[in-house]
């Protein structure tokens, strides 16, 4: 079956301009989860989603940064005034059912630079 | 609080093992390992949840430590494929979410 999607997969903005990154989860899967991995790290986790709610935002940096799910399906990462530190790789990965040792599959990101 | 991950980075020939290591200072229900090609997205290998439960890869062995917590991951006759970024991320006991904190990651290479 289809994996995760994320699209863009490459997104170039200038700073100060708003963004939105999509993710398409694995059919099936009610958990959702937002990463960013800047360059040599690993990924940082910034928000899950239970069906349609926000279970843990915990890794939120600031409040530029929002997130929805509204149909429990699609997610859309959204930024505001964006700076240049910003800039990573947005990681979107999906579970069957979230919690306690359930596998998340990620899809292959959206590049955003920041100008 | 982030897992350390030792070694940063591993040269093998092919043919040869390799173990790598994860180690966190927070008490954890489970160590997931991914492995990461440049440019694309991490591919999950194996979970190993307290208790001593593991699901994933039938050719790659891993170990989990409860008491001390740490995780291997063993890779024994490396193939070329072999060759990316591997990750751990611990889930820690205090969260029920899901939620992965990752290691570094350690780069391995594997030559022909």
């Known amino acids: 079956g289809a994996g995760v999607s994320q699209t863009p997969s490459n997104k170039v903005t200038e700073k100060g301009k708003y963004v939105e990154l999509r993710c398409d989860p694995i059919?099936?899967?009610?958990?959702l989860y937002w990463y960013r991995q800047s360059l040599g790290q690993g990924p940082e986790f910034l928000i899950y989603?239970?069906?349609?709610?926000?279970?843990?935002d915990s890794g939120l940096p600031n409040d530029r940064f929002f997130a929805v799910r509204p149909e429990g399906s699609v997610s859309t990462l959204k930024i505001q005034r964006t700076e240049r530190g910003d800039s990573a790789v947005y990681l979107c990965?999906?579970?069957?059912?979230?919690?306690?040792?359930?596998?998340?599959?990620f899809g292959p990101g959206t590049r955003l630079t920041v100008l | 609080q982030q897992p350390v991950q030792s070694p940063q980075a591993v040269i093998l020939r092919e043919g040869e093992d390799a173990v790598i290591n994860c180690s966190s200072s927070?008490?954890?229900?489970?160590v997931h390992w991914y492995r990461q090609k440049h440019g694309e997205a991490p591919v999950f290998l194996m979970i190993?949840?307290?208790?001593?439960e593991q699901k994933g890869h039938e050719k790659i062995s891993a170990s989990f430590n409860e008491k001390k917590q740490q995780s291997s991951l063993y890779l024994t006759a490396s193939q070329l494929s072999y060759s990316g970024t591997y990750f751990c991320?611990?889930?820690?006991?205090?969260?029920?979410?899901?939620?992965?904190?990752f290691g570094q990651g350690t780069t391995l290479q594997v030559k022909p």
């Open positions: 927070k008490a954890l229900y489970s």
């Open positions: 190993l949840l307290k208790g001593g």
């Open positions: 991320g611990t889930e820690e006991g205090s969260s029920n979410t899901g939620k992965l904190i």
């Open positions: 059919s099936g899967h009610t958990a």
């Open positions: 989603f239970q069906g349609t709610g926000a279970a843990d």
């Open positions: 990965a999906s579970s069957l059912n979230g919690g306690w040792g359930d596998t998340q599959y």
